[in-house]
């Protein structure tokens, strides 16, 4: 997903009761688990939202990464080494994000880091976890240009070999939205945004393929994170007259959005990416018949994924797992796997560092989210979406599918 010094992105999974928390940056070791008598420590850092608006989605991740590390010690899956938690909270804010990045770089017993939640955040620690060796997964980055610089289109390069995503991207989600937009008969809409990478890229790449099959972007406008008054904005998308709004930012002014446009008498669906798919969405003011993309299948109906539910519901975790959970858990089982790699003959974890960036680019497996690999810049080989509508009160799926 999305950057946010500015304040960015949750997404929460339907159905998951998902509790904000007050707590600071921390490092916290995963508990439980025979670990075969090792004796050697390796870490797997979290950095994400733990506490502040868009905590749902960084505890459901912070969880899920807990799930996967206990799992891999209750199996000792890599012989000789236990492997322990160290989450920190980077408030979903690109400088907080980079000093937990530099406080996990210097913590020699760090291998790994799965995040950011926000591709803005993102920014400040690839760089910081770049010069230490040290591997990032994001199960949430949506952002193109992080895997394949800003001429991403044109000349697409990979900038930073440490950093890898299991989630897709704006390029494939913006026109995937516009794809079905167009196809259930829509062909005028306006769009906004909140001026982040995660919300103006998101709009960007949907308004340009939404033009291309036909439609008509007939007003664009921008708000600032933290707006709670947005009666300016859609004054003047009204007077516009879409069919629909498309909106590129999160939930916790989505929400708000959504319910002011339907009390302005502008009673079209507000449609955004995963950074508006979470219940609090709907908490906060979204309607029946909103939309939403965000990555992959819905979970719940994966047969890949019980396994993981399972798992997180035996764990007792007092948070939901949200909709990056299962891309979490598959970002530290990805990590996991190339530290079997990494770790086999490493006299102590900083020394695998660089051997586990390497050992990534070969790493393929049938995760909770399905086919988990990485092609050349480090993206996820898998581009499935769906599209979800508010019914009911609830998300509910609309369709599942690759961009065409």
């Not at 509790?19 to 950095?47: M, N, Y």
């Not at 040290?134 to 697409?156: E, F, K």
């Not at 993309?293 to 975790?317: I, M, N, R």
């Amino acid at each position: 997903m999305n950057n946010r010094s500015f304040k960015l992105v949750g997404v929460a999974l339907v159905a998951a009761s998902l509790a904000f928390t007050g707590c600071g940056s921390r490092t916290e070791a995963s508990t439980g688990g025979s670990t075969g008598g090792a004796t050697k420590v390796a870490k797997i850092g979290v950095i994400a939202p733990l506490s502040g608006d868009l905590s749902a989605m960084g505890l459901g991740i912070r969880n899920s990464v807990d799930l996967a590390i206990r799992q891999a010690n209750d199996t000792n899956a890599i012989p000789g080494w236990k492997l322990e938690l160290a989450a920190e909270d980077d408030q979903a804010t690109p400088d907080v994000g980079k000093n937990a990045a530099t406080k996990l770089a210097s913590d020699d017993q760090v291998v790994g880091v799965v995040g950011t939640l926000n591709s803005g955040v993102a920014q400040s620690t690839i760089p910081v976890l770049d010069a230490a060796k040290i591997v990032q997964v994001s199960p949430a980055n949506t952002n193109p240009a992080l895997t394949r610089g800003a001429d991403y289109l044109t000349a697409p390069k990979r900038p930073n070999a440490n950093y890898f995503r299991t989630c897709t991207t704006d390029d494939v989600q913006g026109p995937f939205a516009a794809q079905y937009l167009l196809g259930e008969g829509i062909k005028k809409v306006a769009t906004i945004h909140d001026k982040t990478p995660y919300g103006q890229g998101l709009v960007t790449e949907f308004a340009k393929a939404f033009k291309a099959g036909g439609g008509e972007v007939v007003d664009a406008e921008t708000i600032n994170p933290d707006d709670d008054n947005f009666s300016s904005v859609i004054s003047k998308v009204q007077t516009a007259a879409p069919e629909v709004v498309y909106y590129g930012g999160v939930y916790s002014e989505a929400g708000p959005l959504s319910k002011q446009m339907k009390g302005a008498g502008l009673k079209v669906p507000l449609m955004g990416g995963d950074g508006i798919y979470d219940g609090n969405f709907i908490k906060l003011g979204g309607a029946d018949g909103d939309l939403a993309t965000s990555v992959g299948a819905p979970v719940e109906t994966l047969d890949s994924a019980k396994a993981f539910l399972e798992g997180y519901q035996k764990a007792g975790f007092s948070e939901g797992y949200s909709a990056y959970g299962a891309y979490a858990y598959d970002a530290a089982n990805a990590i996991i796997n190339a530290l079997k790699v990494s770790l086999a003959s490493a006299s102590d974890a900083k020394s695998a560092r660089q051997g586990t960036i390497d050992a990534m680019a070969s790493v393929s497996f049938e995760g909770a989210t399905g086919k988990v690999a990485f092609d050349q810049y480090g993206d996820s080989v898998s581009r499935v979406l769906t599209v979800y509508a508010v019914d009911g009160g609830k998300w509910v799926a609309k369709k599942t599918g690759e961009l065409q």
